[in-house]
């Protein structure tokens, strides 16, 4: 489905993520910060998979020496609010540490390729991101 930004968000909340939710033979979610500096609501979609029960992220932004804003936002407020299908909630946004990455990326990796070729691109080293969600209980 060829949707981006403004348009994939649209369409995913209007339908429940039936129209954004498969996304280039990938699953997204859609992530909801606040702007560090405006305090509005900034949504994005991205692309997700699932590690030891919290929702996974990549903050890669295709492997610019940057790292996205909505990262940028949630290390200044980690509360976010997550959407994925119509199971909308709030969570806690962490970065994974070190050894919960390495667990972490090789399934991304899997679920979006160009993962590898974008951590190539840069010298940072891209973060994984874990959404904890609210009230949800920890092992």
């Keep these: 489905m060829a949707l981006y930004?403004?348009?994939?968000?649209?369409?995913?909340?209007?339908?429940?993520?039936r129209e954004g939710h498969s996304w280039n033979d990938t699953q997204t979610l859609?992530?909801?910060?606040k702007g560090r500096k405006s305090g509005e609501p900034r949504t994005a979609p991205l692309i997700y998979d699932m590690h030891r029960g919290d929702y996974a992220i990549v903050a890669s932004k295709?492997?610019?020496d940057e790292p996205p804003a909505w990262y940028v936002n949630l290390q200044a407020n980690p509360e976010v609010e997550v959407q994925v299908?119509?199971?909308k909630f709030k969570a806690t946004a962490r970065t994974a540490s070190p050894e919960e990455r390495a667990a972490a990326w090789p399934k991304l990796a899997a679920e979006w390729p160009d993962y590898d070729n974008y951590q190539k691109k840069t010298d940072?080293?891209?973060p994984i991101v874990l959404l904890e969600r609210e009230g949800?209980?920890?092992?």
């Design 30 to 33: 859609l992530l909801t910060t």
């Design 124 to 126: 940072r080293e891209i």
């Design 136 to 139: 949800a209980k920890r092992a």
């Design 5 to 17: 930004g403004k348009e994939h968000v649209d369409r995913y909340r209007a339908t429940d993520g």
């Design 85 to 87: 299908w119509g199971d």
């Design 62 to 64: 295709g492997g610019a």
